[in-house]
């Protein structure tokens, strides 16, 4: 059964929105891009970071279940090294609530991209790991959220 996703848009909203000021809001989100044992700080343009949060947000309304794996710090950390992924810092924590289960909060989003955690490029979804202030938890899926993650890692390429 498909679980209907509600966004804290108080939290949410206050980063996701467009920002008047082009440089905070270029600024204010983290991205790192991990592949063959680097990791690259992208800096993003303000169009890039408006499409980018703008993605996020639609792909975060796609989290439906969580899985049934737990994944430690150490794991992430060999994800990050082994295997291609990016990562989203936010300034701030946020929350989303998949109804009448849980809420998730966070500060971090790590989307693997190859390895045994990304899905085949077969499947429609996409898996997300969540963190505050560090990983510990289980990845969760966002159904039909596969075509939302090559629009980022398209934007991601251009700016590397």
Known sequence: MKLTIFLLL?????????SNNSDEMSNKLKTIYYKNNSADTLKLS?????KIQAILKELFGKVDEELRLYLDSERIETLKVEDES???????ELSI????????????VIIPLSGDLSLSENNNDAIL???DKEYGSSPH?????NLLVKE?????????
């Open 10 to 18: 108080p939290l949410i909203t206050s980063f996701l929105c467009c």
């Open 46 to 50: 303000t169009k890039q970071a408006a």
């Open 86 to 92: 990016v990562e989203f810092i936010f300034p701030q």
């Open 97 to 108: 609530s998949v109804k009448t289960k849980y809420n998730i909060v966070f500060d971090r």
């Open 129 to 131: 790991i969540f963190g």
């Open 141 to 145: 899926l966002a159904l039909n959220g």
């Open 152 to 160: 980022l890692v398209d934007i991601l390429k251009k700016s590397r």
